[in-house]
């Protein structure tokens, strides 16, 4: 039997991330895929928010998503485009990329790391005791892991072998979408009528000027809304076909399918993101619409989150009710987006009346307060964790500011590329002792001439110090005279090393 610090069931983009942060931590982590390759048939989902750019930047990683992505204001509520492009964040703008090239690239980087992959395996059953967990694979192997993480998804196997309950919605509409190609030209773009909400798009396309312009040739992403809920057979070329006559009158010659695949507006989130020794991240752990694109970037962050904790615990640098928080911090995140994309779900629905209230959020969404309100919600940068009112920096996403220190100019973000935390200090050199925690915490002396801007927020007060965690929130705020700063040392990093 192999044994792992750590097995993540799931090699998608929520678990690939959350290998890599636990591999920075010197974690010995195996990810668990039925897929023999990283390679995804077609290009399934496409885009990066904001925030989810901020933290692959925070690894040192975002420039590699970026040479190959569309750079584009991508933010969007029920079909309404939010512009950030006045946000206070370096990447203020959305990344058009497909799940396969996200996923390619993600593989690349936790490949130069000290990752084991079981490829070409399911995982048939699990078994956990005080000690660890035992997986038993379909292959016949069997692996033991003092956590298990389960990343594999909105059926996944490891939320029900953990019995942990998925309450939510029932789907009220289903679509099918595929890669095809196409005997005759559609009118391309996104269309309602009477059934939903459809679309043509080529897969290659280039946004110039914030427009989405098609190439002339190539495979075709359909989207159709089916007129009846609730097939759960694997969708078949004729489905497709039957669909796009019912809406059109006809299938335009639909052809060669690179994949079909169904999606609905099912909703559903996780009673616990633990239980005992096993986790939940991703889609495992939250279902819902993919209006918005929400569901790719919850789950990678998701990840962030939780692997410098899980890295602790399993180090012994904390105790195990660190892994407490990751669902307290976690789960109304998602549950929040659960909630937008209902909202937006319903907004989209093909009724006049639904159509005058569509209008009415779009002409309130056209002003200012509204739309940095729900940019930011859609972008991920309003993310509060609940860590204290005291300043409103605490809880929140420490801003990527140009630095200056005594070896030069140094971004906040590149402090983070490793995954350590980072006391920064920008007050008198020399004015914190952080010895009994310097094995675990950077202590940065720098200087910083510039306003301290918040999405949404606006302008706040500068700080003397920050603590950041590893995932880039704030942890604490003050000067060398609050005793406080032992406390969330303590809290977030463990007890101070005996002298």
């Given at each position: ?19 890599g ?10 990810i ?9 048939p077609?290009?399934?989902a496409?885009?990066l928010?904001?925030r ?10 975002a ?33 058009g ?5 996200i996923?390619?690239?993600?593989a ?13 395996s ?16 379909s ?11 389960g990343?594999d998804g909105g059926?996944s ?5 953990a ?22 030209e ?7 009528n009477a ?28 989207m159709?809304?089916?007129e ?12 497709l076909?039957?669909a ?8 335009y ?10 999606f609905?507006?099912?909703?559903r ?9 096993v ?8 279902v819902h ?23 602790q ?35 989209m ?17 056209s002003?200012d ?20 009112e005291e ?8 801003p990527?500011l ?6 030069g100019?140094l971004?906040?973000?590149?402090l ?7 006391l ?12 009994p ?6 202590m ?29 929130y704030?942890?604490w705020?003050?000067?060398p ?16 090393t005996?002298?």
């Amino acid at each position: 039997m192999a044994e792992h610090a750590v097995v993540v069931v799931g090699g998608g983009p929520a678990g690939l991330m959350l290998a890599g942060e636990l591999a920075l931590a010197g974690i010995d982590v195996a990810i668990v895929e039925r897929r023999t390759s990283q390679d995804l048939p077609g290009s399934r989902a496409g885009g990066l928010h904001s925030r989810t750019i901020e933290v692959l930047d925070q690894r040192g990683i975002a420039d590699r998503f970026l040479s190959e992505g569309q750079v584009a204001q991508v933010a969007g509520f029920a079909s309404v485009r939010l512009d950030i492009s006045d946000f206070p964040t370096r990447h203020n703008y959305g990344l058009g990329l497909w799940q396969n090239h996200i996923e390619r690239i993600l593989a690349g980087w936790v490949g130069e790391l000290a990752v084991t992959f079981y490829r070409g395996s399911e995982v048939t059953g699990i078994a956990q005791d005080d000690a660890g967990v035992d997986v038993e694979l379909s292959d016949g192997q069997s692996l033991r892991a003092e956590y298990l993480v389960g990343c594999d998804g909105g059926r996944s196997l490891i939320r029900k072998a953990a019995g942990i309950e998925f309450a939510g919605w029932d789907p009220t509409t289903s679509s099918l979408i595929a890669e095809v190609e196409l005997a005759e030209e559609p009118e391309w773009g996104i269309h309602r009528n009477a059934f939903g909400v459809h679309s043509f798009g080529r897969v290659e396309y280039e946004i110039r000027d914030g427009e989405v312009v098609y190439m002339d040739g190539g495979p075709v992403r359909v989207m159709v809304t089916e007129e009846h809920v609730g097939l759960t057979s694997e969708p078949t070329l004729r489905d497709l076909s039957e669909a796009l006559v019912a809406v059109y009158g006809t299938d335009y010659g639909i052809h060669s399918p690179t994949w079909i695949s169904r999606f609905t507006d099912m909703t559903r989130q996780a009673a616990a993101y633990r239980e005992g020794r096993v986790l939940l991240a991703g889609d495992a752990a939250h279902v819902h619409s993919p209006v918005g694109g929400q569901g790719l970037n919850t789950g990678v962050q998701d990840a962030v989150n939780l692997g410098w904790k899980l890295a602790q615990v399993v180090d012994r640098t904390s105790p195990e009710s660190l892994l407490d928080t990751y669902h307290a911090e976690r789960h109304p995140v998602a549950a929040r987006v659960l909630r937008n994309t209902m909202a937006q779900t319903a907004l989209m629905r093909a009724d006049d009346r639904i159509e005058a209230l569509r209008d009415t959020v779009s002409e309130l969404l056209s002003m200012d307060e509204p739309r940095k309100r729900f940019a930011a919600m859609m972008s991920g940068l309003d993310i509060h964790y609940d860590l204290g009112e005291e300043h409103p920096l605490l809880g929140r996403r420490m801003p990527d500011l140009d630095l200056v220190t005594s070896g030069g100019p140094l971004r906040v973000f590149t402090l983070l590329h490793d995954a350590r935390p980072v006391l920064l200090n920008l007050g008198e050199p020399g004015g914190f002792d952080i010895t009994p925690w310097v094995d675990r915490v950077q202590m940065i002396d720098a200087k910083y001439v510039g306003p301290w801007e918040l999405p949404v927020l606006g302008a706040v007060t500068a700080p003397t110090a920050v603590l950041i965690r590893p995932d880039g929130y704030v942890a604490w705020v003050g000067d060398p005279t609050q005793l406080a700063l032992a406390d969330a040392l303590t809290t977030w990093f463990g007890p101070p090393t005996a002298a």
